[in-house]
Every structure is written in C-alpha cells, then in structure tokens.
C-alpha cells in the first residue's frame, strides 16, 4: 500500500473517532455547565455551554456528514440539491460561531478585568445570553452567502471497472466564489486568531500588573475572597481553551493562503496525496477539526473542581453525599433535641472550628 492510500486509510479511522468522542463528549460538558457547580461565574458557564453546543453542530455537519461519508460511501446525500447549498451555509455557521465565542469570551474577560463598571454589566446572565444569541444569529446570516460556492455538476467515475456519472457538490470557479472563501478564511480564522492573541496578551499584562501592586501577603488575602476566585479560574480555562483553539486553527489558515494564493488554479488536484501540500493542508483540517472535541478533556486537566464533579456524577457520588449529609443532619437535631433538658454545664469549652470545606 502506497502513502497516499495509508493517508486516506488514516481519514477513514480517523473522522469516525473523532466523532465518535466529540459529540458525546460535548454533549456531557453541556450537562456538566449547565446542571452542576464547579467554581465559574454564571457568565463563563454559559459563555462554554453555548461553546459546546456550536462545536457540537460542527462536528455534526463536517465531520460526520461531510467527511466521515466522503471516506466511507461513493454517493453522500449533500451531492444533490438542495444538500449540496445547505451543507455549506450550516458548516460556515457553526466554524463561525465556534471562533468568535472564543472570541467574545476572551474580550469579555479581558473588560471584565479591566474595567469596574463592565463587570456589572457583562456578568449578568441575562446580557450574556444575549451576546452568545447574537453572536450565533450573525454567524449564521454571514453564512448565508457560502450556500452559493459550491454547484452540482456531472462526475464520471470508473469503479470496478465500470464508467459511471455521477451528482457531485463542487467548487463554483467563479470571481464569487473565490472572495467569498478569501472572506470567509479571514472572518473564521485569521481575525479571530489575531484577537484572541492580542487580548490574551493583554490579560496576561494586567494579571501582572496587579501582581505587583501588592506584597505577597495581600495577594494571598485577595485571593481568600470567592469572586476572586472565580475570575482567576475562569480566566485560566478561558486562555487554555483560547490557546489551544489558536494552535489548532493556524496551520488550517496557512495552507489555505497556500493553496488559495499559489496552487488557485482549474489543474490543480486537491486530491492527488503525492503532492507535498494536498497532505499537509488535510493534516491541518485533521487538527482544526480535532479543536471541535477537545474542551471536554481541557476542562478536566485546568479545573480540579470540573474533575470532582465529573467522577461524582459518573459514580452517582453526589446523590451518596447528599444522602449522607441528610442523615447527619438529621441525626445531630435529634442529638441535639434529645439533650436539651441537660442544660447545666460546669465547664464551658469554646470551640473553634479552622480549615471549613464549604459543600454544594
């Protein structure tokens, strides 16, 4: 088997696997941030849960629909119409959505640090939902416009042997076409990874700022204080997550200029793997593709409190707990109850009770 095929074979394990992970994956961190507690600001739990339900659709409408199907059957359904214009404006919906949440998270936090009277306003619930609704809303009605780069046309194939004719959703070689892609690259890719870089620097610069503005003991006293807390692991799942998503998506921008600004030509065979960047520009789609699946174990290695809930849930520990606090309330007010008619007591003890774990 030569290496083109051993690349193709990789494709065909690889999509089904991704999808098989990702859409359960990002299904239960949904559950996880909508039904469970673990330390975030009511802001970045919905900031995420509206993350996780867009990188849902796109591992619905890319890698399942489209790239599982294309490696694994001759004749996918978007190959006709109206599929072949649908497809195209929900998978730029999605890739959309997916970026500029990042996006307009990482500036949020970034206001929200900076500024006092925007965290007043950017943390209530109710805006939040609002920024996350029309951030999807516009992402889809860009998307619009790619329902049209992509035309049926007439393939012959020979398989085993025999010469067939068949649909094919291809690319329109159109003026159009060309700068609604060179568009659509910038707005998913190129400008969301450029901001998220630029406020993440700018975090960083006011995390140490503020470091310096107070001794070693001030900032373990700042640190004592929940909202603190809160915003310190928000901020670090938000660059982790931001991070990873720039390091995913940039190889994918690259070889596209790459293959948009040199090889933008009718001869050029995006399907010829004996070409050094037709291999390379799909290990890029493989790694931004990959960024739609990854959030799930990103929050289990930045946040020991999303961990906690994650094994109490899957081992049914929560509802143990809960049992298990109710009886020993229970029983103290008994204890108590039960005790209150001795009420002379010869040698009063004060107690003080240090290091409280507070349960939710």
């Known amino acids: 088997m030569d290496g ?27 559950y996880m941030l909508c039904f469970r507690k673990f330390g975030m600001s009511e802001a970045a739990v919905i900031y995420l849960s509206f993350l996780a339900i867009v990188d849902t659709l796109y591992v619905v409408w890319v890698i399942l629909l489209d790239l599982s199907l294309t490696f694994l059957t001759l004749q996918p359904f978007w190959h ?8 195209g404006f929900l998978q730029y919906g999605s890739l959309y959505s997916s970026s500029w949440i990042v996006v307009v998270f990482t500036i949020e936090r970034y206001l929200v640090l900076s500024i006092t009277s925007a965290k007043q306003r950017f943390t ?7 920024i996350c609704t029309t951030v999807v809303l516009l992402s889809h009605l860009v998307s619009v416009p790619m329902s049209q ?55 960083a610069y006011h995390l140490s700022i503020s470091n310096r503005l107070f001794t070693k003991e001030e900032r373990r006293a700042i640190r004592g204080f929940n909202t603190q807390g809160v915003i310190r692991r928000t901020i670090l799942l938000l660059c982790t997550v931001s991070m990873v998503f720039v390091v995913l998506s940039l190889p994918r921008f690259v070889t596209y200029c790459i293959l948009r600004t040199k090889y933008n030509h009718r001869d050029f065979d995006r399907n010829d793997y004996s070409i050094p960047i037709n291999v390379i520009a799909d290990v ?24 906690q809930e994650l094994v109490y849930t899957l081992t049914c520990g929560a ?42």
Not at 124 to 130: F, I, P, Q, Y
Not at 332 to 345: P, S
Request: with cysteine; glycine share 4%.
């Open 4 to 30: 083109a095929n051993i690349f193709v074979s990789i494709q065909k394990v690889y999509y089904p696997l991704l999808c098989a992970m990702g859409i359960p994956a990002n299904l239960f961190t949904f």
């Open 80 to 87: 006709s119409h109206p599929w072949c214009g649908i497809m």
């Open 124 to 130: 209530r619930a109710r805006v939040t939902l609002l």
């Open 149 to 203: 780069i992509n035309i049926v046309t007439p393939i012959n194939f020979t398989v085993d042997g025999q010469n067939l004719t068949l649909p094919r959703c291809r690319y329109r070689e159109a003026v159009y076409s060309t700068a609604l892609v060179w568009v659509t690259t910038f707005l998913s890719g190129g400008i969301p990874i450029i901001l998220v870089i630029i406020f993440n620097g700018l975090i």
């Open 284 to 307: 890029a789609n493989m790694l931004q593709n990959l960024n739609s699946t990854t959030n799930f174990l990103l929050y289990c290695m930045v946040s020991r409190r999303f961990r």
């Open 319 to 360: 509802k143990t707990r809960e049992l298990s606090s109710f009886f020993t309330q229970t029983t103290m007010k008994v204890y108590t109850i039960g005790n209150q008619k001795d009420v002379t007591v010869r040698n009063p003890v004060t107690v003080v009770l240090t290091k409280l774990t507070q349960t939710q």
